[in-house]
C-alpha cells in the first residue's frame, strides 16, 4: 500500500493526572480509509487518548494535526465541527425519539422555525438507506436493540458536519462491541467497512482480539501510556501481539514459575452448568472441588469479573444453573449466594466491598450481622472476639478495631475485606483480583493466606491480573478469552505462563 | 437485554403481541384518560340527566371553571417533560392575584398594564430558578421549593388581607362572554385553549421543543449530542413561570380578587393532571394534549360532586388521589415492559 498523508496525526501527546502521568509522549497516526486499532490493557492509556483527540481532556503536551492543520480541542462539540465523531460503548441517544430525530435534532431541517418532519424523515430514511442499513427511522429508537442503536449513533456521528460539506474525516469507536452478539457484530462491522470505503478513518477500540483481527488493518499498541509500536495487522501474530501489550517476553514469565500445592482436594462443591449471561460472558461450565484452587486467567476484560459475578448473583445469569454441594441454587441475588456459602471480595474494594467511614470492626461484622439478619445482633462479647482473632490472624495494621478503614493501607483494607468473608466461614471463596494495587510484602501473605484456607477445606476462586500469581496457587486454571471460558488446565509441571499465554492468543486448548 | 439477541434489522424484532405493543404505544396513557372522561362524562349523562347535566354548557364550564389550572398544567407539561419538577406554580398564582389586585386596586393602574408587569415577574421568577437549577446543578425540587416560600411570603408583603377587585374593566372582562351557539366560552377559557395550541405546536414542531423531549429522554445524552442543554432548562422554567403568571391572572378574573393565601398546593393540582394526562414523571414522554384530558377529568369530577349535592367536597382529593395512583401504575407497567 503506498501511503498516503495521515488525516490525523498526533505527536508526542502529554497528559497528566495529579499523581500520575496517564501518557507520556504517544505518537499516533491515523490514515484515511482504515480501520486502525488502539490496543493494551486496561490504564495503558488506551482512553486516555481517545479523551484527549476528541477533546474531552485538554492536552498538557503535544501536538494534534488534523488534514495538515495543527488543532487543539477544547470541547467534543469542536472536535465533532472539525469532524471528529465519536460513538461510545454506551448509546449516547434519547431512547424516547424516533430514529430519524435522534439523527438530525440539534440540526433539523427548518422553514420559518417550524420543523420540516416529511424532510427530516425522508433525509433521515436516505441516509440510513445509504449506509446500506434496514431501520424504520419513525419508530422511536427504545423500540430497537442496544445493537441497532449503536448503528443509529454511528449514523448521527458520520451525518453531523455533512451539511457543511466537511462531513466526518475521523470515527472513533470506543467498545463498541462490549454488548453485542456475533450476528450484530457483524452488521456493525458491515457498516464499518462501507464507511471504511468512502474514505473515514476509523479508530477502533476493543477487547475481542479476533475482531481486531476480522476488521483491523493496523494497530497502535500502547502500555504504561508508552506507545510501544505500530504494527500492520496483518504482520504481528496474536501472541506477540499479547507479549507487547503485557511487556514481557515469553521466557521471562517462565521463570517465577514455581508449586507448591497442597493433594488433598475432596469432592465437588459448586458445579456450573452452561451458566450465562448475553453482553457479559458466554454460557459456560465450571466445576470446583472442596479445598480446591481455581484461578482464572485472561487478559483485562475477557470476562473474569463477569464470571465471578454470576457465581456471586451479584449478576443474575440468562442461561444454566449452579449447584453448591448437590444441591441447586437459584442465584437471583447475592443473598442466595452467601446462604450457600459464597463469599466475593469483589476488586473495586473502595467502592463495591468497604465503607471507608466506619470502623474496622464494624466493617468486618458487616456480613456476618447481614447473614443473621438484622433482627438478631450479634453480642457484643463474642462480636469482640471474633473481631480480635481475625485481626491478629490476618495481621491488620494498626490493631486497632475503632480505626476507620478509609485511613488503612491497601493492604490492610484488602484485610479487612477478606476478614469479613472469612468470619462467615464460607465453602467457596471468591477473590477477584486481591492482590491489586498493594506492597509485594502484603500481596505475599494474602497468597499465602489463600493456601493455608485452601488447605483447610476452603474452595477458593482466584482471580487475578498476574498469570505467575495465577499459575503458583491454582490446581486448576480456566483461562477466558473473549468473554468465553476457553479452557480448563489441570496445573502442573508441564503448565507455564507461555502455555497459557498461547492459549489466550489461539483460543483453543490443545 | 434479552433483545439484543436477535438480529439487528429484522423488523419484528420490535415488539411481538398486540397487547405488547399497545402497551409499548406512547400514545396510549393519553387514550386511556380520554376514554376515562368519556366514561365519566357518560356515566354523568346517565345518573344526572334531569338535573341538566347534559346541558352543553355544563361541558363548556369545564374550560370556563378551570381555564386557570389548564394554563399552569400546560406550565408544568414542559417542566415535568423535561425531567424536572416546578413546586411553586401555587406560589407564583397566589403572588400574581396579589400582585394585580394591588396594582389595580391600590395603586389605580389600568389592567391592561398590569397584565405584561404580571406577566413578566412571573417569567422572570421561572428564569432565575431555571438559572439556578442549570448553573448550580441544583436539584428542581429544592430550587422551585424556596420559589414556593418566596412567592408566597412575597404575597404577604403586599397585604396580610385579601384585596377584591371592584375595577369596571376587570369585571368587564371577566364578564366578557364568546357565544357558541350551544353556549359560551368567558375569555379565560378561551386563553387557555390559545396557550394549549400554542404549546401543542412549540412542543412538536419547533426544535426547542424537541430539545425539551431530548432532554427528558436523557439530559446526559442530549448534552453529549451537543444540544444546548442548559438553555433549553432554563427556557422551560421561564415558560412555566410565564404560564403560571397567566394562570394567575386568569384566576384573578375568575375570583375577581387578590388573597395571599389563593391557590394553595395548586402547583400539586397541576402536576396531578400532568401525571393523569399520561407525561411521564422521568420525563422525556407525553403529550400537552393528555395535559388537556387531565385537566378535564379533574373538573368533571368537581362537576359530578356538585352533581351528586350530598358529597363533601374532599371527595374530589379522594377521587384525585386514586386516579393519580392508578396512572402512576401504568406509567409503571409500560416503563418496566421498556426495561425488560
Not at chain 1, 472513533?172 to 474514505?199: A, H, I, Q
Not at chain 1, 447473614?371 to 491478629?392: F, N
Not at chain 2, 409499548?24 to 357518560?42: E, H, K, Q, S
Not at chain 2, 451537543?226 to 397567566?246: D, E, M, N, R
Amino acid at each position: 500500500m503506498a501511503e498516503p498523508l495521515p488525516v490525523l496525526e498526533m505527536t508526542g501527546i502529554v497528559k497528566e493526572f495529579p499523581g500520575v502521568r496517564a501518557l507520556s509522549g504517544v505518537d499516533f497516526r491515523l490514515f484515511p480509509g482504515e480501520i486502525h486499532a488502539l490496543m493494551g490493557e486496561n490504564g495503558a492509556g488506551k482512553s486516555t487518548l481517545i479523551k484527549v483527540l476528541t477533546g474531552v481532556y485538554s492536552l498538557d503536551g503535544g501536538t494534534i494535526t488534523l488534514d495538515g492543520k495543527s488543532v487543539r480541542f477544547g470541547s467534543p462539540l469542536q472536535a465533532q465541527q472539525a469532524g471528529i465523531s465519536t460513538v461510545y460503548q454506551e448509546v449516547n441517544l434519547c431512547p424516547n425519539l424516533s430514529v430519524a430525530e435522534n439523527i438530525f435534532i440539534g440540526r433539523e431541517p427548518t422553514r420559518f422555525g417550524r420543523i420540516q418532519w416529511k424532510r427530516l424523515r425522508k433525509e433521515a430514511a436516505e441516509l440510513v438507506d445509504r449506509l446500506g442499513l434496514d431501520i424504520d427511522v419513525t419508530a422511536p429508537l427504545s423500540s430497537y436493540p442496544l445493537a441497532v442503536q449503536q448503528l443509529v449513533a454511528i449514523v448521527r456521528s458520520v451525518s453531523t458536519g455533512a451539511g457543511e460539506g466537511q462531513g466526518t474525516k475521523v470515527l472513533v469507536l470506543d467498545e463498541p462491541t462490549s454488548s453485542l452478539d456475533r450476528d450484530e457484530v457483524l452488521e456493525l462491522f458491515r457498516l464499518m467497512r462501507r464507511l471504511k470505503d468512502e474514505g473515514v478513518a476509523i479508530l477502533f477500540v476493543s477487547h475481542f482480539l479476533d475482531q481486531i483481527y476480522e476488521i483491523c488493518d493496523r494497530m497502535t499498541v500502547l502500555r504504561n501510556g508508552t506507545l510501544v509500536g505500530e504494527h500492520m495487522v496483518s504482520e504481528l501474530d496474536q501472541v506477540g501481539l499479547i507479549q507487547l501489550m503485557i511487556g514481557k517476553a515469553l521466557d521471562q514469565l517462565e521463570e517465577l514459575h514455581e508449586h507448591q500445592l497442597h493433594a488433598d482436594v475432596g469432592e465437588t462443591l459448586l458445579k456450573a452448568d452452561g451458566l450465562g449471561r448475553t453482553g457479559g460472558i458466554a454460557p459456560f461450565d465450571l466445576e470446583i472441588k472442596k479445598g480446591e484452587v481455581v484461578g482464572l486467567a485472561g487478559l483485562l476484560g475477557s470476562g473474569r469479573t463477569e464470571l465471578a459475578r454470576l457465581l456471586f448473583g451479584a449478576d443474575q445469569p440468562d442461561s444454566g444453573k449452579v449447584s453448591i454441594g448437590g444441591k441447586q441454587v437459584s442465584m437471583s441475588a447475592p443473598n442466595d449466594a452467601i446462604g450457600a456459602g459464597v463469599a466475593f471480595c469483589s476488586e473495586n474494594r473502595k467502592t463495591e466491598g468497604l465503607v471507608p467511614d466506619l470502623t474496622v470492626r464494624e466493617n468486618i461484622i458487616l456480613a456476618l450481622q447481614a447473614a443473621r439478619g438484622w433482627t438478631r445482633p450479634i453480642p457484643s462479647a463474642q462480636r469482640d472476639e471474633l473481631v480480635g482473632k481475625y485481626i491478629k490472624a490476618l495481621d491488620i495494621r494498626p490493631a486497632n478495631p475503632e480505626a476507620r478503614v478509609g485511613q488503612l493501607s491497601g493492604g490492610n483494607q484488602q484485610k479487612v475485606l477478606l476478614a469479613r468473608w472469612l468470619i462467615t466461614q464460607p465453602k467457596l471463596l471468591i477473590l477477584d483480583e486481591p492482590t491489586r494495587g498493594i506492597d509485594i510484602g502484603a500481596k505475599a501473605e494474602i497468597q499465602k493466606l489463600v493456601v493455608s484456607l485452601s488447605e483447610d477445606g476452603m474452595s477458593v476462586l482466584y482471580i487475578a491480573a498476574e498469570l505467575e500469581e495465577v499459575l503458583r496457587l491454582s490446581h486448576t486454571i480456566g483461562v477466558l478469552r473473549d468473554r468465553k471460558l476457553v479452557a480448563r488446565l489441570t496445573n502442573g509441571p508441564e503448565i507455564t505462563s507461555s502455555k497459557i499465554l498461547e492459549t489466550i492468543a489461539s483460543g483453543e486448548h490443545q | 437485554m434479552s433483545a439484543t439477541t436477535q438480529t439487528p434489522t429484522a423488523p419484528d424484532s420490535r415488539t411481538t403481541s398486540k397487547a405488547a405493543q399497545l402497551l409499548g404505544d406512547r400514545r396510549l396513557p393519553v387514550l386511556v384518560t380520554a376514554t376515562l372522561f368519556l366514561a365519566m362524562y357518560i356515566a354523568g349523562l346517565s345518573r344526572y340527566q334531569n338535573y341538566g347535566f347534559g346541558e352543553p354548557q355544563v361541558f363548556l364550564n369545564l374550560f370556563i371553571d378551570n381555564g386557570y389550572l389548564l394554563v399552569a398544567a400546560v406550565g408544568a407539561t414542559f417542566v415535568i417533560m423535561s425531567g424536572g419538577i416546578d413546586l411553586s406554580v401555587g406560589s407564583v398564582i397566589g403572588f400574581t392575584t396579589m400582585f394585580t389586585a394591588w396594582l389595580v386596586e391600590r395603586q389605580g393602574l389600568p389592567i391592561l398594564v398590569v397584565i405584561p408587569m404580571a406577566l413578566a415577574v412571573g417569567a422572570l421568577g421561572g428564569f432565575l430558578m431555571g438559572y439556578v437549577i442549570h448553573n448550580f446543578e441544583i436539584q428542581p425540587f429544592i430550587v422551585t421549593l424556596a420559589g414556593l416560600f418566596l412567592f408566597r411570603g412575597l404575597c404577604l408583603v403586599i397585604s396580610k388581607e385579601s384585596i377584591a377587585i371592584g375595577d369596571a374593566s376587570v369585571s368587564s372582562m371577566a364578564q366578557a362572554q364568546a357565544s357558541l351557539g350551544v353556549g359560551f366560552l368567558s375569555v379565560g377559557a378561551i386563553v387557555a385553549l390559545v396557550v394549549l395550541a400554542v404549546a401543542f405546536y412549540v412542543l412538536h414542531y419547533t426544535p426547542f421543543g424537541r430539545r425539551v423531549y431530548a432532554i427528558g429522554g436523557n439530559e446526559q445524552s442530549a448534552l453529549l449530542m451537543g444540544l444546548p442543554q442548559g438553555g433549553t432548562k432554563i427556557a422551560v422554567y421561564t415558560v412555566s413561570g410565564f404560564c403560571s403568571a397567566l394562570a394567575g391572572l386568569l384566576f384573578t378574573l375568575y375570583i375577581q380578587s387578590g388573597d395571599p393565601l389563593h391557590a394553595t398546593g395548586m402547583e400539586l393540582d397541576a402536576i396531578a393532571a400532568v401525571v393523569i394526562g399520561g407525561t411521564l414523571l422521568t420525563g422525556g414522554s407525553g403529550y400537552v394534549l393528555g395535559t388537556l384530558f387531565g385537566v378535564l377529568v379533574l373538573g368533571l369530577i368537581k362537576s359530578i360532586i356538585q352533581f351528586e349535592g350530598t358529597l363533601s367536597s374532599w371527595w374530589t382529593k379522594i377521587a384525585t388521589g386514586v386516579l393519580l395512583c392508578a396512572f402512576i401504575l401504568i406509567q409503571r407497567a409500560m416503563t418496566a415492559r421498556k426495561k425488560a
